[in-house]
């Protein structure tokens, strides 16, 4: 996808993006760690309509549910207080005997009491996924367990 | 320790009333500096009440809040926003600075001053606010505009020229010849280049040393750092505004961002100061008879930004209401206009009372006119869209 980014001196910078329903969309990062969603009008593309300003902590915020990277960040936190427990990521490697697979047939919580809490799938997240979720080379499994039960994981998905 | 309560409660009573000006000001989304000065002008002797006691601290509040000024806009540049301003708007500054300068220039040269005042008055109407207008481009949620970047843009590079414009000023006010004035711009310029390429370079290390974690430290660190290069350039006649400009240029990465936010405070204090001291310096008896040649002098520039944001404007593909605003926007003159009248000294009477009336028209009037110009945006576009397309 192509972004957009302006310089807007003095006060931040501007990052632009097309979406697939053809609107202009317009995020302002100003140095202060302000942000501000903006949409551009069709019948004046220099003119932005401001739709909300969000403080550097709601802009954190809107970023941990857009964010795929962040949903790991945040298990890690989870795990620091909890002692015994950790997270870790598992990735499906291609000519595993599980890729195109539903997840439920791994048997992985029952064999190694480990939870799959998320797949990361490129861009997108899967959060609390079913069992018959069909697993992909290439996603990468968040895993939440005792160390052990996360290696037993990595086991039986590399086969 | 003898404490004066005179000051006190002088001081107090000054600050209470600022607050309410300032709280008045923002309500219309406009800046506080015109009424700061007004304030100003109605204190002292001949005003409606004499201040002797707090008199004294806000001259030399004044002096503190010039420096601190500089510094906050040297601290607020970066080298990349500035190459990518010069890559695209050279022309745009170019004509900002002919169609904006020789306005004043000219208008000095009728109203009888010499050369020094009139590259004085050429600099008080050329340079824009770029505080009032930056905070205004928010206020009015127009960051997001086509025609913002060509704004902040001339903005950035008007800041630059004056590296090499108040060392030039500076110089020629003491009593310089040309050739020493063309020195303290070489000085200057070099030094600007210089800081340039340390904070480049080793700009991590200038950093480490004025850096700490603590935010007092970190202040009083770089405040007395500032303070010690603005006297050693004020000793040199290149203007105390360009060393502490210097310091600022000089500080880049985390540490600004941090100085910034400890300094604000301090800044928005002093800077308060020195508006109130231009202000105090004005005596009404002199303002009145310049006051026409204020308006008319803020009437034709008016109309010149005007002429300069529509073309650097067009100059980004901008479509024609983006121009209007843009050329709007710049209109507003400041604290820059003021730096440049505190630097000279009171041998130029007829210059403070002008430009305070000038900048007093331009930083109430600028704001108004853009605002008016651009629509009110709309607020509902999601619904809009839906009922559109559905």
Not at chain 1, 57 to 70: K, N, Q, S, V, Y
Not at chain 1, 102 to 122: D, F
Not at chain 2, 226 to 244: C, D, K, P, R
């Amino acid at each position: 996808m192509d972004v957009n980014e302006v310089l807007l001196p003095g006060v931040g910078l501007r990052y632009e993006f097309t979406n697939h329903e053809g609107d202009r969309v317009g995020v302002v990062a100003r140095r202060t760690g302000e942000f501000e969603l903006i949409v551009y009008a069709d019948d004046d593309p220099d003119e932005g309509r401001p739709m909300l300003r969000l403080n550097s902590e709601e802009a954190d915020t809107l970023a941990e549910i857009l964010g795929a990277p962040r949903i790991a960040e945040r298990f890690a936190d989870l795990t620091k207080e909890v002692p015994g427990l950790s997270a870790g990521q598992v990735e499906v490697r291609a000519g595993t005997p599980y890729a195109d697979r539903p997840l439920g047939h791994t048997r992985a919580r029952s064999r190694t009491g480990a939870s799959i809490v998320a797949i990361v799938r490129g861009e997108d997240v899967i959060a609390s996924p079913a069992p018959d979720q069909v697993l992909r080379a290439g996603d990468v499994l968040v895993v939440i367990g005792t160390r052990d039960g996360i290696a037993g994981v990595e086991q039986i998905i590399q086969g | 320790m003898h404490t004066s309560v005179a000051l006190l409660l002088e001081l107090g009573v000054i600050l209470a009333v600022l607050s309410v000006l300032g709280t008045l000001a923002r309500r219309f989304a406009l800046s506080p500096i015109p009424l700061y000065l007004l304030a100003g002008l109605s204190l002292g002797e001949g005003g409606i009440a004499p201040v002797p006691a707090a008199g004294e601290f806000v001259q030399i509040g004044a002096s503190i809040g010039v420096v601190l000024l500089l510094l906050a806009l040297g601290l607020e540049f970066s080298i990349t926003e500035f190459t990518a301003s010069l890559r695209r708007h050279v022309p745009s500054a170019a004509v900002d600075l002919v169609l904006n300068a020789v306005p004043g220039a000219v208008a000095g040269w009728l109203l009888g001053l010499d050369a020094v005042g009139v590259l004085a008055l050429a600099g008080a109407t050329y340079i824009s606010s770029s505080g009032i207008i930056a905070r205004l481009l928010g206020d009015l949620r127009r960051l997001g505009n086509r025609e913002t970047p060509a704004v902040l843009s001339v903005l950035v590079l008007e800041d630059f020229a004056m590296a090499a414009y108040l060392p030039l000023l500076a110089v020629l006010a003491s009593g310089g010849t040309w050739w020493q004035a063309a020195l303290g711009v070489l000085v200057a310029v070099g030094a600007v280049l210089a800081a340039f390429i340390a904070s480049y370079r080793w700009g991590h290390h200038l950093g480490r040393l004025l850096s700490h974690p603590d935010s007092e430290q970190l202040m009083l660190r770089v405040l007395g750092m500032t303070l010690i290069v603005a006297a050693l350039a004020e000793f040199v006649h290149v203007s105390a505004a360009i060393g502490a400009f210097l310091v600022g240029l000089a500080l880049t990465g985390e540490i600004a961002d941090r100085a910034r936010a400890v300094l604000t405070p301090l800044r928005d204090l002093f800077a308060a100061a020195f508006f109130l001291a231009i202000g105090l310096s004005v005596s009404p008896e002199e303002l009145l008879p310049l006051l026409p040649a204020a308006f008319a002098l803020a009437a034709v520039t008016a109309v010149t930004k005007l002429v300069t944001g529509r073309y650097a404007a067009s100059r980004d593909g901008v479509g024609r209401r983006g121009r209007l605003r843009a050329g709007t926007a710049l209109i507003a003159r400041g604290e820059f206009s003021i730096v440049i009248i505190g630097l000279l000294g009171a041998q130029y009477d007829k210059l403070g009372p002008l430009v305070a009336a000038y900048v007093f028209v331009l930083a109430v009037a600028g704001p108004l006119i853009t605002r008016l110009t651009g629509a009110p945006p709309s607020r509902a576009p999601l619904r809009e869209r839906a009922d559109a397309t559905g």
